[in-house]
């Protein structure tokens, strides 16, 4: 046993050992790229981009974390960003429906999303790795076949449709509004999201509860702690919250494209795993996440502007990725020592 | 302590283990010596240090200190590992494989190509008996076989030490029995064969000397001549300290708190019953692995499908059950290795430490673990430590705590002091004692008649899914006596 007394001290010294290191990572890699990219990246207009992208993946980075802290995975988030911004996207352009009315069929979409793979998780207990792999797939379908694939846009509704100038501007608000400072709405969502879950996941006994299920399932349902109804909701979280930026995103780009969330699955699990969650459970904080996006949101913006090209970019984040948690591992491994 | 002819050389010899695992000495200073040709039991209660002689045989961990020689020489079972055959009573190959590829595995002809079942030797095959299993998946074949296959794997590696660690407790009475001529035929082969069981009655029968583990040491070494069931039984016994003077018997209060009626078990793990526990009460459920007391226990608080009534004040059916806190025996499913000390005692909480808007209250958490801890005298150096860093009986404690943090009617508890040092096995008995004399109740399910005997009021004996008897402890005067009323119950 440690003889240390203040076991306090030395836990908040581990988790600021982490901090610290990510912080350092971040420091780097922007001196890194001020330098080679002759002061192009510290320009207002290209941090304000960066922090954009960084705060949708944060949102959804935030649900992934709920999960991941439960020991579950889920793999469908992609395609519900996807679905989320069609099913808006149709009902309000193509259907006709209230711009509220369409924002709300499109979580509630994704709640159902969520209730889905928590059934087949926690009562038909299949792995959540393959109930969540088979929902993405079956969530794509749903995708093409509600959008027909089309790309949709309410600047330009189909014929005979008039879309309310009052719901276009607000829509357009939703993430394009500039609050004074210059401060772009979407990152106040994001900021707004991550207070949400800092409070949920670290002051709520939800979340205590979310840890406790992580970190030893068997003894969980042996103390009578509801697992069931915990993944479930960590589970819909996580839709609601990938729903939530995909609305976030629509709006900024004035479009919903169905394929639009095929990308997001990577860069979401690097973040949310350089930012500290175990894929074992019982471990994910919204901090860490939160960095591990703004890690990655640099890397993904300044190897653009170095013109590196696609190619070397997915190269360079899987590295990345990668030897993030190599390194926090041996750290880790070295701090119990 | 045991000073075996120095001059002979064979064997294995065990001198001056200890092994250390953070604050606890599961080994203390164990010296041995296991000889070709004979069968070595190795006795005593859980926790005794049994398994961490086996796992240290097995190089599975390596000791503290101490020396192991073979044959005179000294010798790692780390860099020997193909000499050691463990059987456990799971074995651990692999039940996607055919018998003939798990007698392969490890002594493969190729490095790169698959190996050919027609590869093994046929001869062996014969003598194990498995020809006819050969092709056959190991997972879809009795126990009993995969036990012979992880023999025979052993015996394709020519293996010379083989340890039995409690191979039989799943086995039928003939599988068993078939089981002991195969070590007998190993020990005339004059391999060295080790016979770790509980089940004394085998231990007397088949084994040329019995070594009885207590507290990390060899207690006593019972020689071929004076080996009975009986003698093996009152050195286990009396090994363990008889704390139980300093307990304060029930039987002033004796209101029912919880009936069962017609309580039975969906996949008959056990049959029908009727039992009442009393408030004040500590009842002990006794019965060996398999005998459907566990799944009395747990069911108790909802942790068996059943059947039938439940009742407890005014509480019926799954009321009950949701109220009755519940212990698992095995502190891997009873803790949260990745929470402090504090937060595993308050785990369980919900109302008590709820602030209105649904966040957990630091300050009363706290307050309760700090209480809890103190009364529960848990060894650590505050509620922030890691819970990992604790010793064996300190983490229990911290389990049980956990339970009694809920202020249950009632707990149950499976072998509340399973791999639990002595001076925290009477505090854990005492501070239970303490809850059920509030006018709560408590039930354990034990194996080892000594804890029934330093802890409970009333034993139920279970055997083959039925209680055959419930005996009164406090009417006993030592736990040998009670051994044996035990025993004739199970026998009746």
Excluded at chain 1, 94 to 100: A, E, H, T
Excluded at chain 1, 293 to 304: F, P, Q, V, W
Excluded at chain 2, 217 to 227: G, P, Q, R, S
Excluded at chain 2, 414 to 433: F, N, Q, W
Aim: charged share 20%.
């Amino acid at each position: 046993m440690s003889s240390n007394t203040n076991q306090r001290g030395q836990n908040f010294k581990q988790s600021f050992g982490r901090t610290a290191g990510l912080l350092g990572a971040i420091l780097l890699v922007v001196v890194l790229f001020a330098i080679t990219s002759h002061g192009l990246f510290l320009k207002p207009a290209n941090l304000l981009g960066l922090l954009r992208y960084m705060s949708s993946l944060a949102i959804v980075g935030f649900g992934l974390t709920a999960v991941l802290i439960t020991g579950e995975i889920d793999l469908s988030f992609g395609a519900v960003y996807g679905l989320s911004s069609m099913l808006s996207g149709v009902a309000w352009i193509v259907w006709g429906w209230d711009l509220w009315q369409s924002i709300l069929l499109a979580l509630c979409g994704a709640a159902i999303v969520g209730l889905f793979n928590a059934f087949f998780t926690t009562i038909v207990k299949i792995p959540s790795f393959i109930a969540t792999l088979g929902a993405s797939t079956i969530v794509f379908g749903v995708d093409l076949l509600v959008s027909k694939s089309n790309t949709l846009s309410p600047l330009s509704p189909p014929n005979g449709r008039v879309i309310p100038k009052s719901e276009l501007k607000f829509f357009s608000e939703l993430s394009n509004h500039v609050l004074p400072g210059g401060f772009p709405m979407q990152l106040l969502w994001m900021l707004l999201a991550a207070f949400v879950f800092w409070y949920l996941l670290t002051k709520s006994l939800f979340g205590f509860h979310l840890k406790a299920i992580g970190g030893n399932q068997v003894a969980a349902e042996f103390a009578k702690i509801k697992v069931r109804k915990y993944k479930m909701w960590a589970f819909i979280i996580c839709s609601v919250a990938a729903a939530s930026a995909a609305i976030l995103d629509s709006s900024y780009i004035s479009s919903m494209q169905p394929d639009s969330g095929a990308g997001l699955l990577f860069p979401t699990f690097a973040a949310v795993v350089i930012g500290g969650a175990s894929l074992i459970g019982g471990r994910g904080t919204v901090s860490g996440t939160l960095m591990g996006c703004l890690l990655l949101a640099i890397l993904a913006n300044g190897l653009a502007l170095l013109g590196s090209g696609a190619f070397l970019q997915q190269m360079f984040v899987g590295a990345v990725t990668i030897g993030a948690v190599v390194l926090d591992q041996t750290t880790r491994a070295r701090r119990k020592e | 302590m045991i000073s075996p002819n120095s001059s002979d050389k064979s064997g294995i010899r065990l001198e001056h283990l200890r092994k250390e695992y953070g604050d606890t000495i599961a080994l203390e200073d164990l010296n041995l010596v296991a000889r070709p040709g004979e069968i070595l039991g190795i006795a005593g209660p859980n926790g005794a240090g049994k398994s961490t002689m086996v796992k240290i045989l097995a190089s599975e961990t390596n000791q503290t200190s101490g020396t192991i020689t073979l044959n005179g020489a000294p010798w790692d079972p780390r860099e020997h590992k193909k000499q050691v055959a463990i059987v456990h009573q799971e074995p651990q190959l692999f039940a996607n494989l055919t018998v003939a590829e798990n007698i392969l595995v490890g002594i493969e002809k190729s490095k790169y190509v698959r190996p050919k079942s027609s590869q093994v030797d046929q001869n062996l095959l014969n003598e194990v008996g498995l020809a006819e299993y050969a092709h056959r998946r190991l997972g879809s074949l009795p126990l009993a076989i995969q036990q012979r296959t992880e023999i025979a794997h052993a015996l394709a590696r020519s293996a010379d030490v083989f340890l039995f660690d409690e191979p039989n407790s799943a086995l039928t009475e003939e599988e068993s029995s078939e089981l002991f001529e195969w070590m007998h035929k190993l020990a005339k082969e004059g391999k060295i064969v080790f016979l770790v069981s509980h089940r004394l009655l085998e231990l007397a029968a088949h084994c040329d000397r019995v070594v009885v583990i207590i507290d990390g040491n060899v207690k006593v070494e019972i020689k071929k001549n004076e080996l009975t069931e009986e003698r093996i039984s009152r050195e286990l016994m009396t090994g363990v300290a008889n704390k139980r003077a300093s307990l304060t018997h029930a039987g002033k209060n004796t209101k029912d708190l919880l009936q069962v009626s017609d309580w039975k078990h969906v996949d008959e793990a056990f049959k029908p019953l009727e039992l009442s526990i009393m408030q004040g009460e500590i009842l002990a459920v006794i019965g060996v692995e398999g005998s459907g007391g566990r799944e009395i226990v747990r069911s108790l608080a909802g942790f068996a499908p059943t059947t039938g009534d439940i009742a407890m004040q005014e509480s019926k059916g799954s009321a009950v059950t949701k109220q009755v806190a519940f212990v698992s025996g095995d502190r891997s499913s009873s803790l949260f290795s990745n929470l402090s000390v504090g937060e595993n005692l308050y785990v369980r909480l919900e109302n008590r430490i709820k602030t209105k808007l649904r966040t957990l209250s630091q300050s009363r958490a706290r307050a309760i673990a700090e209480s809890a801890k103190s009364e529960f005298l848990v060894r650590a150096a505050s509620i922030d430590t890691p819970i990992r860093s604790l010793s064996g009986g300190n983490q229990q404690k911290v389990a049980i705590a956990s339970a009694l943090a809920l202020k249950p009617q009632m707990i149950a508890l499976e072998e509340p002091t399973r791999g639990v040092d002595i001076s925290s096995k009477a505090e854990i008995y005492k501070l239970v004692r303490e809850y059920v004399s509030q006018g709560n109740a408590a039930v354990f399910y034990c194996t080892e008649v000594s804890e029934v005997f330093d802890s409970a009021d009333r034993a139920a004996v279970v055997f083959d899914g039925k209680i055959k008897k419930i005996l009164d402890v406090t009417k006993f005067n030592d736990a040998e006596s009670l051994a044996g009323a035990i025993s004739q119950a199970t026998a009746s």
